[in-house]
């Protein structure tokens, strides 16, 4: 495959790993980085033998933030004309999953980053915040909508309005990570929890995570109408005639993908 400045890339059989690499500045999220992110997952994501995909940094951060030096000079005519934010709208497109494994600081738009992943598993020594308001602006990336909708009102509010670092332990009390491990063992369980996804049938898991982020988009009613014609379609695969025979023949499934 092709070579990255910003990011280190290889494939673990179906795990796609992804590694922010700008250690210098913490992983801060230049520009150039999220074009290369975009390209790295959008790659993985139509590449028929990768599954799943794991999104990581280094023991000192998963990322913190958005490049300061890189957006202090621009005024509103530059962000607007340049759509700063637009290579982002890339990554909420990916269709597998991706997990993100955070170690260190996860702030600003490095917390974004990993509330855009499906599943986080966080090292204890995680600190997770959006301390934007302390520069000046506020989050631009999800931070106001999808910590609001996990922590609800109040805890988004107190996250968005102060700046504090949050660690991992509240975090998981705030229903913010998948769940959290020693440090040493964060990248090897967040590779445990995607080569158990890889195992599961391609299709299905395309459509389950695409049914529960239809939860954060529509009312009960229409979210249940989505989810009901994402099951009804998934009788139009061949794994899903192999999966419930090898259940009633007692054998493991092989799946097809299709
Ligand atoms: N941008 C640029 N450089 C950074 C950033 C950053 N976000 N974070 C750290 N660095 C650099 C530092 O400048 C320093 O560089 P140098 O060695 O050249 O001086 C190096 O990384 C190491 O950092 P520190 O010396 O500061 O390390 P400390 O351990 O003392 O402190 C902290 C660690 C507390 C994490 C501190 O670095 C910090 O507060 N960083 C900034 C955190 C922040 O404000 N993040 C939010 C940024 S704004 C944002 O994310 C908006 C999101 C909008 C969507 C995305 C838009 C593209």
């Known amino acids: ?20 690499n700008r250690p210098k500045v913490l992983n801060a999220l230049c520009r150039a980085l999220i074009e290369e992110l975009a ?23 998963f990322a913190a933030g958005a490049d300061i030096a890189e957006m202090a000079g621009k005024g509103l005519a530059e962000v607007t004309g340049d759509d700063l934010l637009g290579a982002w709208q890339r990554l909420w497109r990916i269709r597998k999953p991706v997990v993100a494994a955070v170690q ?20 204890e020594s995680a600190q997770f915040g959006q ?42 009390a705030w229903g913010l990570v998948t769940k959290v491990v020693p440090d040493e063992q964060c990248l090897p369980e967040a590779l445990r929890l995607a080569r158990t996804i890889a ?40 794994d899903q005639k192999e999966g419930m025979q090898a259940f009633l023949e007692k054998r493991s499934p092989q799946w097809k993908g299709r």
């Open 104 to 123: 260190g600081y996860c702030l600003g738009g490095g917390f974004e980053l990993a509330m855009g992943c499906d599943l986080i598993v966080a090292g």
């Open 199 to 238: 195992g599961m049938p391609p299709l299905a898991v395309q459509m389950a995570k695409a049914a529960v982020l239809q939860a954060y988009e529509t009312p009960l009613g229409a979210g249940l109408e989505f989810e009901r014609r994402l099951f009804y379609s998934l009788f139009a695969t061949e």
């Open 1 to 20: 495959g092709r070579s990255y400045q910003y990011l280190l890339v290889e494939a673990d059989g179906p795990v796609g790993i992804v590694r922010l």
């Open 39 to 61: 390209d790295a997952l959008g790659a993985f994501d139509r590449d028929p033998a990768i599954r799943c995909m794991v999104l990581t940094g280094n023991e000192r951060a």
């Open 131 to 172: 301390p934007e308001i302390k520069i000046g602006v506020i989050p631009g990336a999800g931070g106001t909508q999808r910590l609001t909708r996990v922590a609800g009102k109040y805890k988004a509010m107190e996250a968005v309005l102060t700046g504090r670092m949050i660690p991992a332990r509240e975090a998981e």
